[in-house]
T-cell receptor, first 114, second 110 residues
């Protein structure tokens, strides 16, 4: 059974650019959550999508957005990149809504903003 | 504000030793608690999930306990091995969102 797949694994952008990250959940999982991990702040919740609807959102600016498709795959977008956006972005899938289920994580997308 | 604390931040033990990792959280309202390990530069691997109605869960050499009244969870690792070296994170689920601790970095010395 395939796990959670995130692409790309590594990317380098410059300030002001925008980036799109992709996450394919475990087959049959309907919930996808996104997290930002940095050495200083640890793991911080970005948002969760369940059955194509944003179910919950963390405390991040509007530059961070996401969506989920009918096949449960999800994308997150960060516009107008800042140096502080450099981080490991992790996606987690869950069979049911994340708040009631077990989370399974992908390997992450490492974003470096220069 | 939800806070999840893991102490110590780093731990170094000789191979074969039994050890306990601690996780404490504010607010006893908890739906479940999940323990993960993270290897450098990698994603998180789920180790154990404890529902709020349970007191402990076991998987192989790992045993996790949950005490809601005191706001604490512990992860017990028996007979540690060098392959156990990683960062261990706990995450409290409030039923609305997961809140993560900052982790304990474990090094098992051969």
């Amino acid at each position: 059974k395939a796990g959670v797949t995130q692409t790309p694994r590594y990317l380098i952008k410059t300030r002001g650019q925008q980036v799109t990250l992709s996450c394919s959940p475990i087959s049959g999982h309907r919930s996808v959550s996104w997290y930002q991990q940095t050495p200083g702040q640890g793991l911080q919740f970005l948002f969760e999508y369940f059955s194509e609807t944003q179910r919950n959102k963390g405390n991040f600016p509007g530059r961070f957005s996401g969506r989920q498709f009918s096949n449960s795959r999800s994308e997150m977008n960060v516009s107008t990149l800042e140096l502080g956006d450099s981080a490991l972005y992790l996606c987690a899938s869950s069979l049911v809504a994340a708040a009631t289920g077990e989370l399974f994580f992908g390997e992450g997308s490492r974003l470096t903003v220069l | 504000k939800q806070e999840v604390t893991q102490i110590p931040a780093a731990l170094s033990v000789p191979e074969g030793e039994n050890l306990v990792l601690n996780c404490s959280f504010t607010d006893s309202a908890i739906y479940n608690l999940q323990w993960f390990r993270q290897d450098p530069g990698k994603g998180l691997t789920s180790l154990l999930l404890i529902q709020s109605s349970q007191r402990e869960q076991t998987s192989g050499r790992l045993n996790a306990s949950l005490d809601k009244s005191s706001g604490r969870s512990t992860l017990y690792i028996a007979a540690s091995q060098p392959g156990d070296s990683a960062t261990y994170l706990c995450a409290k689920n409030t039923g609305n969102q997961f809140y993560f601790g900052t982790g304990t970095s474990l090094t098992v010395i051969p």
